[in-house]
């Protein structure tokens, strides 16, 4: 008697388990990641995809609510998972490209922004993100040909950088792009002092291009990605690549250990110049992130 009734006990909870709907549950989900409440949207995704795991519009759509919270690992396993389980959803490769740049396979991500084109030929702004990693690989005449398609096309944002795709300098500063972060810093104060701050320069885009680039390449201790926002320039200082023999820092505050670990997020204080350069390094207490 007792084994029949915890086999039918069993057999309840299993029943309660599957008798959701997993295109309800997706549908509340993307409701959330719509709003921009990727965090509360995961458990609605995750328990859609453990009900129908080869649902692959519910892998994209929780790819696409991963990379909006730069978990660009993780993002790049559903979009794996997505082509797996339907290699005709093309529309996959254009997110997954962006993932792929974020973590540093910048040859991954042209190849994905092909395909992507492929799919969509007369899709400006493919033309303009493939020609930006290809910039930044200093691949010079397929940035060029991809900036002049998307203005073809009518992007308009696209003209200035067709206009200076093959100069050497930004405003008469050196173009020093930053696409990895190889060292780390042992120097407790490097990047966190007015005095010491990260000699970044200056990137293809000027202004603070590649301070972002910078940051989006962090992680934190743990390995989860961190949030920051500019907070202004300040502190003049001496230089003899800034305006009159003068340049400014950029200041930044990031904030990283997200509410995923349920404890009060942390935030510091960072300094930029794009004036001088001298080969980034990795802030002590972070790390980076690293190609699949």
């Not at 110049?273 to 002590?284: G, R, S």
Request: a positive charge; aromatic letters at 12%.
């Amino acid at each position: 008697m007792k084994k029949i009734i915890v086999v039918f006990i069993s057999a309840f909870w299993l029943t309660q388990g599957y008798a959701q709907d997993p295109k309800k549950l997706l549908k509340e989900a993307m409701e959330l990641a719509k709003q921009g409440k990727y965090q509360e949207s995961m458990p609605l995704f995750n328990q859609s995809i453990d009900i129908a795991p080869g649902d692959y519009y519910a892998r994209y759509n929780r790819g696409l609510a991963k990379l909006k919270m730069n978990y660009y690992t993780d993002a790049l396993k559903d979009f794996d998972a997505t082509l797996m389980l339907s290699a005709k959803y093309k529309k996959v490769f254009a997110l997954r490209a962006e993932t792929k740049r974020r973590l540093t396979d910048y040859e991954g991500a042209i190849g994905d922004y092909t395909e992507a084109i492929k799919n969509e030929p007369t899709n400006a702004d493919l033309y303009f993100e493939r020609g930006n990693v290809n910039q930044l690989l200093y691949k010079k005449d397929s940035a060029c040909k991809d900036f002049a398609k998307a203005v073809q096309l009518g992007k308009k944002d696209a003209k200035k950088k067709l206009d200076k795709c093959k100069d050497e300098k930004y405003d008469g500063l050196p173009i020093h792009p930053i696409l990895k972060l190889t060292k780390a810093s042992d120097d407790e104060t490097y990047g966190y002092s007015e005095k010491n701050p990260i000699r970044i320069g200056c990137g293809f885009d000027g202004g603070p291009g590649n301070e972002e680039d910078y940051i989006k390449l962090l992680l934190d201790a743990k390995g989860w990605p961190i949030y920051f926002q500019r907070l202004g320039s300040c502190c003049t200082f001496d230089s003899p690549n800034g305006f009159d023999g003068k340049g400014v820092l950029d200041k930044y505050r990031i904030v990283y250990q997200p509410q995923k670990d349920k404890l009060k997020d942390k935030e510091t204080i960072i300094y930029f110049t794009l004036y001088d350069y001298d080969e980034p390094k990795i802030i002590k207490g972070f790390t980076v992130v690293t190609p699949p």
